[in-house]
């Protein structure tokens, strides 16, 4: 029976890792549209106001500008090169005949002997002509072409891609990474604040209740129906009661700001149906 349950429980696992991948378009609600829920459009509103997000996507679109140059860095190492030999050959109009009818390398003469390029020929006249001084040396073909292939760039031309598309790959994971931790962050800040607002409350309802006690014990004591030390226990616990309630509000304040930071306006700047209900 058990090698049975084996293969059954690693597709069962399978199936379960598969389904709970996240899908990090939906970490973060489409700016398209207002989310419904407040805390999630305070999550949209982190994402379009917040630096961080930005360079992300921008870092994102840099990779993939370089793969795209990356791609075409090939054509660099492939190089052309053309050369018209005819202009040689007719800037010197008066070279003899002979060496119009017979052209190669090397240039040979009527006893079909070879004519160094320094030699000095001289024409039907019998004035000298230097084959440097006539316009350099004739080749054959008139038109060479030539191309110079860098064989190592253009065989690790497919490594470069690969890395330049790691490259991309890691600036996408990075904008996920971003999504994750500043919904969390938004999150967390949100609760943290109401969470002091609602400290506060309490806190104020202590003082009230203690102020409230305090004022009885001092009119009690002022009639003698009280002794000092019920006077002095009453002031205390008001005057401890007020001061917790003032540290309850600097916390309001502190997360206030907390969240105001990450959410990029000033809280009486959002602008949401559920706000009033938080």
Not at 49 to 67: G, T, V, Y
Not at 152 to 166: A, D, F, R
Not at 170 to 187: D, F, G, P, S, T
Request: proline share 4%; charged share 25%.
């Amino acid at each position: 029976m058990s090698k049975y349950c084996l293969p059954f429980a690693l597709l069962f696992l399978g199936e379960i890792g598969s389904a709970q991948t996240t899908d990090f378009n939906t970490v973060i609600q489409p700016v398209d549209f207002k989310a419904k829920d407040f805390s999630e459009f305070l999550v949209q509103l982190a994402w379009l106001n917040q630096p961080e997000n930005a360079i992300r996507q921008a870092e994102i679109k840099q990779a993939k500008d370089e793969l795209r140059l990356v791609k075409k860095d090939w054509m660099k190492d492939i190089q052309m090169t053309v050369n018209l030999n005819e202009a040689n050959l007719a800037s010197s109009p008066t070279l003899p005949k002979l060496l119009y009818n017979n052209i190669g390398t090397p240039i040979l003469d009527a006893n079909n002997q070879t004519i160094p390029i320094g030699t000095v020929l001289f024409d039907d006249a019998g004035n000298p002509i230097s084959l440097k001084s006539s316009g350099g040396s004739a080749f054959y073909p008139r038109y060479n072409f030539g191309m110079n292939i860098n064989l190592g760039n253009i065989l690790s031309q497919k490594n470069k891609n690969q890395i330049k598309q790691h490259d991309v790959k890691i600036a996408e994971l990075k904008l996920n990474e971003q999504k994750l931790m500043l919904r969390a962050e938004v999150l967390t800040r949100f609760q943290q604040y109401k969470l002091s607002r609602e400290i506060l409350k309490s806190r104020t309802q202590v003082e009230q209740d203690a102020n409230a006690s305090f004022l009885l014990i001092k009119e009690l004591y002022s009639k003698d129906e009280r002794t000092f030390e019920d006077y002095n226990e009453a002031s205390s616990a008001y005057f401890e009661a007020r001061e917790s309630r003032m540290k309850a509000e600097a916390e309001v304040m502190f997360a206030k700001i907390r969240l105001e930071e990450i959410v990029g306006l000033k809280w009486e700047q959002v602008q949401h149906p559920q706000k009033d209900q938080e």
